[in-house]
């Protein structure tokens, strides 16, 4: 009898995991096609947040990328930037191809907090339907441990400054008025880097997962008062950041990544930004986890092959360098 028992208690425990998995797997599928398939088909209609969109790091990658798309689809942009002469470019491109309205912020946001008492007074008087905050930076532009990080105590600075002050300080100069007109969105540029630790990226992975945690708690907050907030995390774009790593079907350009990104608002808050980036997270997810990463194995192999490429990456960063100068 109680072998009996047993056998029916293992069979009805194998069949309800099974079941979970299944229909958790199903619901995962079903929300992929949801968000990256069906949103090609209905998008949502941005212009209804708002007339202006507010893009950060707007001159180049996935930020001019955004701008651009916007403004393809109907709104006006304000563009912030370091470089006036690029801001001055892209505004024109805009104003040329889509005929909208632009204007144009020179800020640097590695400065700190200096810079956003300028920016909240040259925002004033819009209505901001949309803010991206896009700007971000690494440290090195290749994979080294903490210490090793080029003049740290200015570098390290910076990339705080620039990777999670500017996501905070926006967000607090915009979320006013869009809350007094029960609408907005603010998309809020995270990274693949943030969903697991990242040992010889420790800085830049820190800030993404703040600006992940960030979105996500500040969705929990406003989204009953009427704006959307959402995280995308995408995985490699060939943008200067990644030294225009070549485009092929696992790494997006900047325009198709920010095309289908801006599809998946109203379908998600939380988003890898295009399907194949999605795959990839599940992929390394599964067999890449955290606590692979994390073994100190694994952290020499990654400072081994970092020593390797070091020079192919600093020659690289060379012709991005004179890229950006041209």
Not at 20 to 40: A, D, E, T
Not at 157 to 177: D, G, H, K, W, Y
Not at 311 to 323: M, S, T, W
Request: glycine share 6%; hydrophobic share 40%.
């Amino acid at each position: 009898m109680v072998d009996c028992w047993c056998g029916s208690l293992v069979y009805f425990l194998g069949g309800a995991t099974a079941l979970y998995y299944l229909l958790r797997w199903s619901w995962m599928i079903w929300r992929g096609i949801q968000v990256y398939v069906v949103s090609r088909m209905w998008q949502t209609d941005l212009r209804e947040f708002g007339q202006w969109a507010v893009v950060t790091g707007a001159t180049a990658g996935i930020g001019q990328a955004y701008a651009i798309e916007l403004a393809r689809r109907g709104l006006d942009i304000v563009l912030i930037s370091r470089s006036q002469e690029k801001l001055a470019r892209v505004a024109a491109e805009i104003e040329s191809r889509y005929r909208r309205h632009t204007r144009v912020i020179q800020a640097d946001f590695t400065e700190g907090h200096s810079i956003y008492p300028t920016i909240e007074e040259q925002l004033k008087g819009l209505e901001i339907g949309i803010l991206v905050n896009n700007v971000g930076m690494n440290y090195a532009g290749m994979l080294v441990n903490f210490l090793d990080v080029p003049d740290p105590e200015k570098r390290i600075t910076e990339v705080i400054n620039c990777n999670i002050l500017s996501v905070t300080q926006m967000s607090r100069l915009v979320l006013p008025q869009m809350i007094e007109r029960s609408k907005g969105l603010i998309i809020n540029i995270s990274s693949e880097a943030s969903s697991n630790p990242q040992p010889m990226l420790t800085v830049y992975s820190a800030t993404k997962i703040f600006v992940t945690y960030f979105s996500r708690c500040l969705q929990a907050e406003y989204q009953p008062r009427g704006v959307t907030v959402q995280c995308v995390i995408p995985f490699l774009v060939s943008t200067n950041m990644t030294h225009n790593v070549k485009v092929s079907p696992l790494v997006k350009s900047a325009a198709s990544f920010a095309r289908e990104a801006l599809n998946t608002v109203g379908y998600s808050s939380f988003t890898s930004g295009c399907m194949m980036h999605a795959l990839q997270h599940l992929a390394l997810k599964i067999l890449f986890p955290g606590w692979l990463r994390l073994a100190p194995f694994c952290v020499r192999r990654i400072e081994r092959i970092s020593q390797e490429t070091r020079q192919i990456l600093e020659e690289r960063i060379a012709q991005c360098e004179k890229k950006r100068e041209r």
